[in-house]
């Protein structure tokens, strides 16, 4: 199955004559290319099934690695291996920084790529084998080395794992671009990849929590067995390489439709990052991407704390979390559907906003309501289905918010061609990816900051733990959230391009 290819929708401007497709396109350079018309325009672009469900399938990969940075790996280099959740902070950011130089390049080499297999797939299928390889390293650390000696080992490996999932995910997900032009056909196909990432990850912590991290004769609490992160990196590795070879097999035979690269020419560092700038350089893209960045923020805190707050605020088991972990399933599969029919509704900017309103109000409400007194106690029967429904809204709520971001990115891609006559999804999508793993980066260092500000100790058990030390974390880490998603509906309202200005692109570029 594959795309419909060459309908033609016979609206004939004169055959073997040209037309003036003209400017009027606010808030841009007013431009006039002349365009072919050759008896007719072509439709946009649908994608089938199958087309749809490979696509997605690909986003496990990213999904399995970004569960296990942000729900695991603060937890376990830091309460389990020793290692002060500062310098495992420290880790992130310097991964960080790596992720700013290179994320930007594989984009743009990944749009200027010509090879018989096209622009993406090379990278996607290079990349499959030493990602797998760097992942279980992860969390298979040296046995020679504790506490803050695993700090090397663990900088050298993040840069690693972050930077071959970059030259995976980054060709990948910028396919949606190339696969349809559709406005809402795009929220589609990235509904699919957000549910099949979400979904991937859920599978991965929900395998780890139940299956893998269990108690033992030696260890009482699962969540700090040593052999099971170990057996855990050993199985995630083998999602993610089984999720990058079904997608890059599923998506090879739509190589041939594919945008062909630009024609080849001498470059220079300095061209291009100056080509990048200029690609990017607009105020619908500087509103995405600062509001991603905040909600990044946001929900990378939200993550890296998860299980530490259940364990240490609502006292949840091991089972229990593996069970809210398996609820982020019910929470996709909602979102699956939700998002098209937002962005077909209300357009991809106001359901944003509406979506990401409604996040940020559900997210810390179950905290608000503890330190009120107003939640059921530990223990308490009713305590555990009450937040597991509110953890299922809130999520739904979180991958419709994002799906529609990522939509919204794919439009600019129109939007810049219009500007600088070139195609660049992998110039945006790099922007998604990089902003994806801020979730990580700037989250786990900002979620590390909280736990020394608090005296939060580390390598405690629950019954180690001063109450009074949880309430004290809860307490600022609300404010913090509530801040930074406010912050991201605040920028993300400066957007500009809607249905009507892609649509006008579409014409300006003879696709309308």
């Not at 990944?110 to 996607?124: A, I, K, L, V």
């Not at 409400?365 to 937040?387: H, K, Q, S, T, W």
């Not at 529609?404 to 790099?430: C, W």
């Amino acid at each position: 199955m594959g795309i419909a290819q060459g309908v033609v929708d016979v609206q004939p401007l004169g055959a073997g004559k040209s037309a003036i497709i003209g400017s009027g396109l606010k808030g841009k350079e007013r431009i006039s290319q002349r365009v072919v018309a050759q008896g007719g325009r072509l439709k946009t672009k649908t994608v089938s099934f199958g087309n749809k469900l490979a696509y997605g399938f690909g986003s496990v990969a990213f999904g399995v690695k970004n569960n296990g940075f942000d729900y695991f790996l603060l937890f376990f280099y830091s309460q389990v291996m020793g290692v002060s959740a500062s310098l495992v902070s420290a880790a992130l950011a310097i991964a960080l920084v790596f992720d700013a130089i290179s994320d930007p390049l594989i984009g743009f080499f990944s749009d200027n790529t010509r090879t018989r297999w096209g622009r993406r797939h090379p990278y996607m299928y290079g990349a499959a084998v030493p990602v797998t390889l760097c992942y279980f390293l992860l969390w298979n650390p040296p046995g020679q080395f504790s506490g803050d000696e695993l700090f090397p080992f663990l900088v050298v490996v993040s840069i690693l794992v972050r930077t071959l999932i970059t030259v995976y995910e980054i060709p990948s997900s910028a396919l949606v671009a190339e696969m349809t032009d559709d406005y809402d056909e795009r929220t589609s196909l990235l509904s699919y990849r957000y549910f099949f990432g979400w979904s991937g990850g859920t599978l991965m912590a929900t395998v780890a929590t139940l299956m893998l991290l269990v108690p033992t004769d030696e260890v009482s609490d699962g969540m700090f067995n040593v052999a099971g992160y170990e057996l855990m990196g050993l199985v995630a590795a083998g999602f993610i390489f089984t999720a990058i070879a079904v997608s890059a097999l599923g998506t090879h035979s739509l190589i041939p439709n594919l945008k062909a690269p630009p024609p080849k020419r001498s470059l220079s560092v300095v061209t291009i990052y100056k080509e990048i700038f200029e690609t990017l350089a607009t105020r619908s893209f500087a509103a995405l991407f600062m509001s991603a960045m905040f909600g990044a923020v946001a929900t990378g805190m939200v993550a890296s704390l998860a299980y530490l707050l259940y364990t240490f605020l609502w006292g949840f088991t091991a089972q229990q979390i593996g069970l809210i972990s398996a609820s982020v399933v019910i929470s996709a599969v909602l979102a699956l559907f939700i998002s098209p029919l937002i962005s077909k509704k209300f357009g991809k900017k106001r359901g944003a906003i509406a979506v990401g309103i409604l996040a940020f109000t559900v997210n810390p409400a179950p905290i608000v309501l503890r330190l009120l007194g107003l939640m059921p106690e530990n223990g308490d029967p009713i305590l555990f289905p009450l937040y597991l429904t509110i953890i299922v809204v809130d999520v739904a709520l979180i991958i419709v918010y994002q799906t529609l971001g990522s939509s919204m990115i794919a439009d600019l891609v129109e939007d810049a061609e219009v500007r600088t006559n070139k195609r660049s999804e992998g110039v945006f999508f790099a922007s998604v990816t990089f902003i994806r793993k801020t979730t990580q980066g700037i989250g786990v260092v900002a979620a590390g900051l909280l736990l020394t500000f608090t005296q939060f100790p580390e390598g405690a058990t629950p019954d180690q733990v001063p109450v009074s030390v949880v309430h004290d974390l809860a307490t600022i880490y609300v404010p913090a959230v509530v801040l930074l998603w406010s912050l991201m509906i605040l920028c993300i309202s400066m957007y500009q391009v809607d249905r009507a200005v892609h649509e006008e692109n579409l014409q300006t570029l003879g696709r309308g």
